[in-house]
Each structure stands twice: as C-alpha cells, then as structure tokens.
C-alpha cells in the first residue's frame, strides 16, 4: 500500500459547483497535513496547513482531517475555472523527518 | 512578496553531460530543499540543506547528484552525468525552519536527449 493514495482525476465540475477532494494514506505517525495547487508547468503553491484532526477555514477552501480513518480532504466552494489546476496533498511527522510526503495530486477542470 | 526563483526554466541537454540547477531561495530562509516531478507522477523529495550541508537525502539522490551553496544568495543542484530518465521538473523550495512551510519556486524542466 503506498504511502499516500490520492485519485488523479481529472475531476470535471461547472463553475459554482462545491469540489471535494481527497486523499487516504497508511502512516498513522503524520501529524501535519497540506494542500497544494499547482497550475501547468508551475510550482506547487501552499493553499492549506493544518495540523491533526479537525477543520479549517480559509476563504472559499475548507481543509478536513480524520485521523482515526486517515483520510484529509479539501472542499472548494463557489468553484472558478481559475481553480482549474492539480491539487496535491501532503503530509508528515512531527518528530524526525520534516520532509512531506505527497501524493500524485488531483487534477480539476472548472468549466463556465 | 518574497519567492524563490529558479533558473533556466527549460535545460535540454545531451545524455552523459553535466548540468547545473540554480535557485534563489527567499533570502531570510535557512533551509534549501531540491524536489523533481517526472510527468505525470508526484512531487519526489531529493535533498534537504542546512548550514552549508546536506541534512537529509532520498535513495535518489546518488552519487551523480550535488548539492552546492556557492555565495550567500545561491543554491544548485548539479547532475554529473545526465541520464535520459533524468528528465523531469525539478523545484527548489525554501522554509526558515526545518519544521516551517516550504516554498517552491516555479521550477526548471530539464529535458535530458
């Protein structure tokens, strides 16, 4: 089982549409958890950063954390298609390693 | 608002030669990190920098792989020998902590021939 599994899409959704993206992984030792975009041929861009279980709020974005069933999600509202990208997430200990581990990244097409 | 910056965008070069990967980190930033994207699969970790040495490397990062900090701006990443399965995106990232987010610059494609 790897790591970190998330679906790569793409996810095709019309604009104002409420996205729901997420990711499962296997290491119950990851403690800190982020969402990326990450548009064509660019960088990836820090939308999320949560640490442990719960919900956060940023904007039109909402980040989830269930630990007990490791799953993370991110939830866009009002979807534009300038949020058409990847989103990658990524994850990693507390302690020893600060080095993320992510995952393939899900693409997302928002049409008009 | 501050950004790391990566140079050239695009490197072709034959197999077999060497190549030199160049970054500005964001200039309060203490630790440099070389990331590469083959197409289509995920963000790969390669190597972690911190006061003028390497403190954490993947299995990718073998011998053919350097890392160098020449001046008190730069950071490079030099692949000795290219090899065709070196083609890939390769970010630099930057944090100003070891525990702190990391920021990525918009990163180099090298296309290895």
């Known amino acids: 089982q790897k790591e970190v599994e998330q679906d790569p899409g793409p996810l095709s959704v019309p604009e104002g549409a409420i996205v729901s993206l997420n990711c499962t992984y296997s290491n119950s030792a990851f403690q800190y958890f982020m969402w990326y975009r990450q548009y064509s041929r660019k960088g990836p861009e820090l939308l999320m950063y949560t640490y442990s279980s719960g919900n956060k709020e940023d904007g039109r974005f909402t980040a989830q954390v269930d630990k007990s069933s490791k799953y993370i999600s991110l939830f866009i509202r009002d979807s534009q298609p300038s949020d058409s990208a990847t989103y990658l997430c990524a994850m990693r200990k507390s302690g020893g390693s600060y080095i993320p581990t992510f995952g393939r990244g899900t693409s997302l097409i928002v049409h008009p | 608002e501050p950004e790391v910056t990566q140079t050239p965008s695009h490197q072709v070069t034959q197999m077999g030669q060497e190549v030199i990967l160049r970054c500005v980190p964001i200039s309060n930033h203490l630790y440099f990190y070389w990331y590469r994207q083959i197409l289509g699969q995920k963000v790969e970790f390669l190597v972690s920098?911190?006061?003028?040495?390497?403190?954490?490397k993947s299995e990718i990062f073998d011998d053919q792989f350097s890392v160098e900090r020449p001046d008190g701006s730069n950071f490079t990443l030099k692949i000795r020998s290219t090899k065709l399965e070196d083609s890939a995106m390769y970010f630099c990232?930057?944090?100003?902590?070891?525990?702190?987010?990391?920021?990525f610059g918009a990163g180099t494609r090298l296309s290895v021939l």
């Open positions: 920098f911190y006061n003028n040495e390497i403190s954490e």
């Open positions: 990232a930057s944090s100003e902590a070891g525990l702190d987010i990391q920021y």
